[in-house]
Structures are given as C-alpha cells and as structure tokens.
C-alpha cells in the first residue's frame, strides 16, 4: 500500500509500501503560510521551480537527493521523470521555467504538475504517459486556474486528483479555493483528512 499525504500548498509526502519517501515542492512558512512547518524526513525531494513556497529543501529532514531539473533518475528504485515546462502561459517570459515530476511507487504513477501556467500541448500529453494519480494545481493567479486543471484531468484521464495550490484559511495568498475545481465533478469524494491510500 502507498499512501499520499498532503502537507499543504504544492507539497505532498508519498510513502513507498516498504517506506521509501518522497516530497514534492516543499514550502516555507511564515508570511502568507501559516501551514505547518514541514518536518518530515525524505529519501526524495523534487522540486518544480525555485520559488520559496516550493524549493524549502533545507526544511526536509533526512538527507534527500534532490531533483531539480527536468532529467530521468532511478532513486531508491523509484523513477522519475521531469519534463520541461513553464510558470506562466508566456514561454516563462513573465515567471519562468517549471518542471512536472512523474514517478511510479509501487506500480502506481504519480504526477506532480509543480506551478504549471499554461496548457498541455498534445506532444506533452504524450510524454507524459499514463497517470494514476494527478497532484494539480487549481487556485489560478501564480499557477493554472480550476477552468485549465479540469482540461488537463481530461487530457491525462488519472484514476484519482489530488487538487493543490489553492487558497485555505492557511493561505493567504490572492488565488481561489478549491471549489470552483470541484463543481460539476460527478464523483468527488471530499475527505477531511489529509492523507489517503492507494
């Protein structure tokens, strides 16, 4: 059994059946975070760009390897793959490179769509492959907006979604909530725990 455990904003932790752990984007808090600070140990830290809600590597306990740029690695029989991407929907003139993480954990393909500010174009889709799970932002303004991330879900057709990077009463920055990215979704389970198992 894996198991995917939101910590807030961008960052999740997924636990290996055998206990390998991954973090994805770790924030810092302070500011317009008021989440909690992330304490947890990783084998694995990937990071989708280096912005200070997504790149507190220094956070993670452990001595991770990080991954940072768009490159395919074996870690602790995990593979990763980055593929090249942008902030913005303007070839990252206005808020630069991005990069989407997808991994396998015990069979099951997890993709993180980082900071994605634009569409996926079909080449990407292609890249990309099959997704189990889809971690995908939604809240709009510094990322893609609840309208985007519904067109993505149906690009990439994932078994499960995880929205991120929205606004909460833990977050104060000036993107949406996740609602508008949950109507008129047939089958959404809203669960008031972090943390689920796949």
């Keep these: 059994v894996m198991k995917v455990k939101w910590l807030g904003h961008a960052s999740f932790l997924v636990t290996s059946d055998s206990g390998t752990t991954v973090i994805t984007d770790p924030y810092k808090t302070g500011g317009v975070f008021e989440y909690d600070e992330i304490k ?56 630069g490179s991005n990069i989407i993480f997808r991994f396998e954990v015990d069979g099951v393909k997890v993709c ?10 079909g080449e990407q889709v292609a890249e990309i492959g099959r997704v189990d799970i889809l971690l995908a932002p939604v809240g709009g303004v510094f990322a893609i907006d609840a309208r985007v991330a519904r067109e993505i879900t149906e690009q990439l057709a994932p078994k499960v979604v995880m929205p991120m990077h929205y606004k909460t009463d833990r977050c104060d920055l000036p993107i949406a909530g996740v609602d508008e990215f949950l109507q008129k979704k047939p089958s959404v389970s809203k669960l008031n725990i972090s943390e689920v198992e796949y």
Excluded: M
Excluded at 55 to 84: H, L, M, T, W
Excluded at 112 to 121: E, N, V
């Design 40 to 95: 947890e140990s990783a084998d694995v830290v990937t990071v989708s760009h280096a912005h200070d809600d997504h790149n507190n590597v220094d956070a993670v306990q452990g001595n991770p390897e990080v991954i940072s740029d768009a490159v395919e690695v074996e870690v602790k029989g995990i593979k990763f793959k980055g593929f090249p991407a942008y902030h913005d929907d303007a070839d990252g003139k206005d808020t």
């Design 112 to 121: 993180h769509l980082g900071d994605l500010g634009h569409r996926l174009s």
